[in-house]
């Protein structure tokens, strides 16, 4: 494999945590508003990304194969707790 097939591969494997980090991050601030105490959203979109990145990881590891539908519903579930946690949708 040559290292542009293998950065196509690797940028394949990232884009699903990518995008939902992204759109949490845009629509974050129409649907909560900006708490003082909250990290910025760059900061709240790298943390989701790195967890997203995570869980890809993880569904790979214990599919054996990306793609599985289970691995994006976790993604979805923690980048949306993680969101939550970081804008601290508790206090609203």
Sequence with gaps: ?????????????????FFVTAVLALLAGFLMPARPQ????WV???????AGVAVLAGGLAFFGHDGMIATYAAL?????????????????
């Design 38 to 41: 909250a990290p910025a959203r």
């Design 44 to 50: 709240q979109f790298a943390i989701n990304l790195i």
């Design 1 to 17: 494999m040559s290292a542009l097939d293998l950065l196509n591969h690797l940028l394949n494997f990232v884009a699903p945590a």
């Design 76 to 92: 979805v579930v923690v980048c949306g707790t993680g969101q939550w946690l970081l804008a601290q949708g508790w206090r609203r």
